[in-house]
């Protein structure tokens, strides 16, 4: 149903206090109050929130496939940012 | 094979909760129907979603008229052994689906009486009744905010939504005025502070009603009669074949569970 006249929308719950939004899914809706009503609808019918975004999927800026290599591999030979290279004293217990 | 129907003893009220638990599992029922069938797949969500807050409801209330009762019936044999003749509920919601304008027109005629229904029944003396109320109202606000928002949007969109709107509700207009209507049964539980007078609620009704349909760009009939009957199992044709679906397993297979 990718029409113009029902685009796509990305939406986002935040399941508690505290919590950051959460990308779960998306839904095509004409506008954004049927496209919040959808989302209620569709994403929290299990109690699974307590507010709702939805983003129209137009107005997202995405990073480009292509240039996977350029965007994300330097980063994986940096294993020492990864803060795993430190002694945790005992007395600091559970981190 | 078919089983037979069940005896009522419909006092006051037995009654008052038949009635509203018929509403409930009707309009559900209708609801349901458009399982698997909507115009989208957010819309069939959300239709299932309302026909399940209407199942809930119509559940507790039947089991409180059982308890009222006090008898050998339950929610299952009210819902499932009654034949249309005992059915109580308003002729507007066993109106059929037909396209999506009319399921909601008659989705938003009623939602906007019930959301006002049961924010008074909220302050009923009767304690479940306002427990039921109290759950119900949340329910149907939702259902009238969703019902509004079509509303709005097939009455001012295109020229056919519009057209289709517009019929639908010249057709259910003539529905509306059973909500509203008192007979002397409920009429004792009224002056008992058990029940609401709906007459009351109706300039707030007729209020919000008008507003929305004014902005949907859509126009109310000018005609003030109106159909009753369902109330005392008058019912139009659509009923019977409703409940014939609703209920053939139960009467195929009296107590079947799987």
Known sequence: MATPNTPLWEVFIRSRNGLAHKHVGSLHASDATLALQAARDIYTRRG??????VVPSGTITASDPSEKGMMFEPAESKIYRHPTFYDVPEEVGHM | MAVASIQVSET???????RRADDALILGHRLSEWCGHAPMLEEDMALANMGLDLLGQARELYSY????????????KFAYLRDVRQY?????????????ARTMVRQFFYASFADLYWRAMMMSDDATLAAIAAKSEKESAYHLR???EWMIRLGDGTEESHARAQAAIDDLWAYTGEMFYVDDRERALINGGIAVDPATL????LKTVSAIVAEATLALPKSDWMQQGGRSGRHSEHLGHLLS?????QRTFPGVTW
């Open chain 2, 245 to 249: 679906e609703l209920q053939s397993m």
């Open chain 2, 146 to 148: 969703h019902s509004s």
């Open chain 2, 12 to 18: 006051p009220l037995v009654l008052y909760a038949l």
């Open chain 2, 88 to 100: 109580r509920n308003l002729l507007l919601l066993e109106q059929p689906n037909g396209d999506f």
């Open chain 2, 202 to 205: 109706h300039p707030q009704w």
């Open chain 1, 48 to 53: 699974e929130g307590l507010s709702i975004w």
């Open chain 2, 65 to 76: 008229a059982a308890k009222v009762e006090g008898k050998d019936n339950d929610e299952d």
